[in-house]
């Protein structure tokens, strides 16, 4: 029995659109949720970097592209972007201690987009996902990278844990997925 639901995908294919959609349906009938989204920033029809932006309205930076001196740690870089982990913490942190609170209103769930390379340099959100995969107030609806490369450790966790059903997301079945990912949270909240 699935406790936890992640969609994988190559990059674009549509897995934050569905999410989304997800999330809506979710909402409307009433499950308490809670999380948060990555977002590509442009600027002048350039990719800039990636915001995180909470369910509730919060919004900070994950990655810039360059050396912006504004960002502290040079060494967490992937590409051209260099990761603001002190802001993706303190936007992300809280949200993954709130959505581990028991409120007495049933299992939350949880929206983690994504478990990338980006997120994994922060010690502290691999501690705070693992932490809600192995609790049980609370259903992750995440996404996760297709492999390539190097392995990244928790991906392969995740991916390996019998409790977890993951979609895989393509061009062609996107659009009739969604009716299958909200009934299996639904069914992972039992
Ligand atoms: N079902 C769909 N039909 C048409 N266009 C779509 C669909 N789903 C997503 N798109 C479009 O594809 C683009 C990428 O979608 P989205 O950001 O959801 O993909 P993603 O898999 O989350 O990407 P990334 O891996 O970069 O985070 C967006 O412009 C979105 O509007």
Redesign the pocket.
Known sequence: MAKHVFLT?P????????IQKATRALKSSGIPIDGFY?EEVREDGRRTGFDVVTLSGGRGTLSKVGSDSTIARREYRVGQYVVDLVSFEQLVLPVLRNVNLDSGTGKKVCVID?IGKMELFSQSFIQAVRQTLVGSGTVILG?IPIPKGKPLGLVEEIRSRKDVKVFS?TKEN??CLLEDIVTTVQNCRK
């Open positions: 995908g990059p674009g294919v549509g897995k934050t659109t569905l990555t994504e996404t997301v996107r659009d």
